[in-house]
């Protein structure tokens, strides 16, 4: 079965860090983009952030710029999102996705999700 499975996340302390990470059952990464969504309680799913199949082109919402990085290990067949300064607003379940362009990313394939929390 092809699915994509997040860990990673837990609770945090504002101004703590967490790294997520992204990695699929039954396929390669190799010529994918990756991409992160996140959605809060009520709240539409937001996108993060996304790598090309390169590595060499990221973006990432302005909400989060400076503080997430993705990466990408293709040796690992695993993607990543270092996420740090977290502030309470960045609770949500986070979702890693796939696709061919990071501009097709939403109507990709997406994980489950895993649990962020930023409280204390």
């Known amino acids: 079965q092809v699915q994509l499975v997040e860990s990673g996340g837990g609770l945090v302390q504002p101004g703590g860090s967490l790294r997520l990470s992204c990695a699929p059952s039954?396929?390669?990464?190799?010529?994918?983009?990756i991409g992160w969504f996140r959605q809060a309680p009520g709240k539409e799913p937001e996108g993060v952030s996304c790598?090309?199949?390169?590595?060499?082109?990221?973006n990432y919402a302005d909400s989060v710029k400076g503080r997430f990085t993705i990466s990408r290990d293709n040796a690992k067949n695993t993607a990543y999102l270092e996420m740090s300064s977290l502030r309470p607003e960045d609770t949500a379940t986070y979702y890693c996705?796939?696709?061919?362009?990071?501009?097709?990313?939403?109507?990709?394939?997406w994980g489950r999700g895993t649990q962020v929390t930023v409280s204390s």
């Open positions: 996705a796939v696709s061919g362009s990071c501009r097709t990313i939403r109507n990709g394939s």
């Open positions: 039954g396929f390669s990464l190799d010529y994918l983009a």
């Open positions: 790598i090309n199949t390169s590595g060499r082109s990221t």
